[in-house]
């Protein structure tokens, strides 16, 4: 699997739009980019995953650059609870491993 | 949906005991579940990949026969430290992977915390 850049910390202003970014210049055209988050003392959260187009569910957007060597998650309106690490992760389709980074620790600020 | 639970959420033993985490998929069946490791302040680490029926596959440098695992049904796996020491103490967090259409999702359970006294 190929390996992840993430800067290893960021703030956001509560309410504001949180920009995770990832680098991922390795990446092969069979690898997915996969979005978990993980809060203090818990299991990893599934946020969001996408292959080359961008993606949108209820927690979040991911946006792929055309040439796939980076991507963004994007929280639209940070809260408190968003505070948390946040692991970029690309994975061999239907591959068995995931290998986890150091991630980049999110602290939203009132 | 996509559910994990592990059980228990933490414990504490006496060195030389061994312990037993289980690990179950609520709603939805897993043919592959994974163990890792969390350190503080670290990053997971893979353990072992644990397939439905067969052996589990190890990483390297995770010794075997102290890390225990069976996969007896495609909703549960367990994790049994063996002779556990202090050096053991952990945190210890599962995975089961959700088949999708052309792409597979790992969802984790909430962790496992071991202290060995």
């Known amino acids: 699997d190929a390996k992840t850049t993430q800067p290893p910390s960021m703030d956001c202003a509560e309410g504001r739009a949180a920009n995770l970014p990832c680098n991922h210049s390795t990446i092969s055209g069979n690898e997915y980019v996969y979005w978990y988050r993980q809060i203090h003392s818990q299991g990893p959260q599934y946020i969001i995953h996408?292959?080359?187009n961008n993606e949108t569910n209820e927690m979040a957007s991911l946006i792929i650059t055309e040439d796939r060597k980076s991507s963004t998650l994007i929280l639209p309106h940070a809260t408190l609870r968003d505070t948390a690490v946040y692991y970029c992760?690309?994975?061999?389709?239907?591959?068995?491993?995931?290998?986890f980074g150091t991630g980049t620790k999110l602290q939203v600020i009132p | 949906g996509a559910v994990v639970s592990q059980h228990p959420s933490w414990v504490i033993c006496k060195s030389g005991t061994s312990v037993k985490i289980e690990c179950r998929s609520l709603?939805?069946?897993?043919?592959?579940m994974f163990w890792y490791r969390q350190f503080p302040k670290q990053s997971l680490m893979l353990m072992a990949t644990?397939?439905?029926?067969?052996?589990?596959?190890?990483e390297q440098g995770v010794e075997k026969d102290k890390f225990l695992i069976n996969h007896a049904s495609l909703t549960l796996s367990t994790l049994t430290v063996t002779s556990a020491h202090p050096e053991d103490s952990s945190f210890y967090i599962c995975?089961?992977?959700?088949?999708?259409?052309?792409?597979?999702?790992?969802?984790f359970g909430p962790g496992t915390r071991l202290t060995v006294l």
């Open positions: 992760i690309v994975r061999v389709v239907l591959s068995q491993k995931v290998t």
């Open positions: 709603d939805f069946q897993a043919t592959t």
């Open positions: 996408g292959l080359k």
């Open positions: 644990s397939n439905e029926g067969s052996k589990a596959t190890y």
């Open positions: 995975s089961a992977e959700q088949a999708q259409t052309n792409t597979d999702t790992q969802y």
